[in-house]
């Protein structure tokens, strides 16, 4: 299916892995031309050569930390008038027990998982409307509708970024300007798979042991992790010019775990 988007310009703020790398995958099979960011160069730069090789699509890799001014600044300087922009990070740690959260990690949750994606919602939005044509994706978690000990780094902060992205998105709907968050729950990616790996050695069990003691933790319905690929081709088509009526939605992925009817 073609989504209408070749050659629009994409910033994905968070790409190197996981869900991110997914999603930048799935736009540059539809021809994006694509900025990709993270902190660690080497990753990111082996990210963008394998979409590259296996889209042919333009890739650049921005070294860049979207928490910082200095991150967002290189970002902006790289692409300034993305037509699409697509943001997420590396989670935060999971915390199995909240008095183990310091003020110090509550500042660097917010950084990265609020104030960033807020700032470079706000640098670009206006340039898109002026433009008639933008799409900007938040991919926060389900822990922002689903609250559970174990994220509280990160679902009460994507709780407000939520908030505030579909605040603005009834302001520049009028504009050709859509603005919608996605919700993971537990998909297979290489963070996932060192976290479960590392928890098997450390309890002496196996990788399948602790893969499927998650999923009844969670009571996944899938009884399976998600497929990071199809999250991906999920956020391209949030991203597509067949978006145009699909403001301000808040679309959980995670295998049936978040159980309501709205």
Known sequence: MDLRIR??????????AGLGYSSAMALAREGVTLF????????LRNAAETIARETTASVTPV????????????LLKACPQPDILVITCSPPKATEDFRE????????????????????????VDGMADRRWGRIVNIATGAAKHPTEL????????????????????????????????????HATPGLEKMLS????????????????????????TKRLADSDDFGAFCALLCSD???SIVGQNLVIDGGTIHGMF
Do not use: C
């Open 63 to 74: 070294v860049a930390d979207h928490g910082t001014r200095e991150g967002r600044q290189a």
């Open 242 to 244: 067949y978006a145009n």
């Open 101 to 124: 959260i310091s003020e110090e990690d509550w500042y660097g949750s917010v950084t990265t998982t609020l104030v960033g994606p807020i700032e470079l919602m706000k640098a670009t």
């Open 7 to 16: 050659n629009r310009r994409a910033i994905i703020a968070g790409a190197s």
């Open 151 to 186: 994220r509280l780094l990160s679902g009460p902060t994507r709780s407000a970024l939520v908030n505030y992205t579909v605040a603005l998105s009834k302001r520049f709907a009028k504009d050709n300007v859509i603005l919608n968050n996605l919700l993971p729950g537990l």
């Open 36 to 43: 990709i960011s993270a902190r660690g160069e080497e990753r």
């Open 198 to 221: 590392d928890r098997a050695e450390r309890n002496g069990s196996s990788y399948a042991f602790e893969e499927q003691r998650l999923i009844e933790f969670f009571g996944m319905p």
